[in-house]
């Protein structure tokens, strides 16, 4: 079985920081994704930004990156220039691909970031 | 394009009664998948269906809960006799029939359900 580790349960940074949020994972496959999902106070989740682990280029979104780190099972993420509305649960989420159809995510407990004015 | 729909957004139920809770997927898109979110807690994993099949419910308590997706309609996930403990908001994915190829969920706003 897959785990998701976050361990930082919540943090808060001065708008226009840079802040990083830390995610393990475990398992011993080696074809996945890894994602970073925002939850806002509206409680939908929203997909932020999504690393294929074949892949050794990180991901970049805007503002948004990771540094996939595969042999360490590590997947942060940096949020450059932070904003108000940066503010939210952040989940960390591992995938496997079966080949035949995604089987669902795995997600960390999350991280909650508040992004002070 | 309409996104993930689900309904109601919110629900409320004594001990014992049952809770029906709908999705409609995004056009296009056969996977379906519940998650249970309880507070303070990420998102987990309850079952995976396509159009009139369950592939996975290995997420599923045993007992009370089920799921279906039919030929025709929304996705339903059904709550008999619920508990306190079944308060959670449950969420609704979908995906396109190649997910395998982006791996990728598209999420609807969830619904909450209350037990008193």
């Known amino acids: 079985a897959q785990t998701v580790t976050q361990s930082q349960p919540e943090m808060s940074v001065q708008e226009a920081e840079t802040v990083t949020l830390s995610c393990t994972y475990d398992?011993?496959?080696?074809?996945?994704?890894l994602f970073w999902y925002k939850q806002p106070p509206s409680r939908q989740m929203i997909l932020v930004i999504r690393?294929?682990?074949?892949?050794?280029q990180n991901a970049t979104e805007n503002r948004f990156s990771v540094n996939f780190q595969k042999a360490a099972k590590s997947f942060s993420l940096k949020i450059s220039d932070s904003q108000l509305g940066d503010t939210a649960m952040y989940f960390c989420?591992?995938?496997?691909?079966?080949?035949?159809?995604?089987?669902?995510?795995?997600f960390g407990k999350g991280t909650h970031l508040i992004i002070q004015p | 394009n309409a996104g993930v729909m689900q309904n109601p957004r919110h629900l409320v139920r004594r001990r014992g009664q049952e809770a029906r809770l709908r999705c409609s997927p995004m056009?296009?898109?056969?996977?379906v998948y519940w998650y249970r979110q309880l507070p303070e807690e990420g998102l987990k994993f309850m079952v995976y269906?396509?159009?009139?099949?369950?592939?996975?419910e290995s997420g599923m308590p045993k007992e009370r809960f089920s799921a279906e997706f039919p030929k025709e309609g929304p996705s339903i996930l059904r709550i008999q006799q619920v508990v306190r403990g079944d308060s959670a908001a449950y969420f609704c994915?979908?995906?396109?029939?190649?997910?395998?190829?982006?791996?990728?969920?598209?999420f609807g706003e969830g619904s909450r359900l209350t037990v008193l």
């Open positions: 994915a979908s995906s396109p029939q190649d997910s395998s190829v982006t791996g990728e969920l598209f």
């Open positions: 989420a591992f995938m496997l691909d079966s080949g035949g159809g995604a089987d669902g995510l795995t």
């Open positions: 690393q294929e682990a074949y892949k050794q």
């Open positions: 056009k296009g898109h056969s996977h």
């Open positions: 398992t011993s496959e080696s074809n996945y994704y």
């Open positions: 269906l396509q159009k009139e099949n369950i592939i996975d």
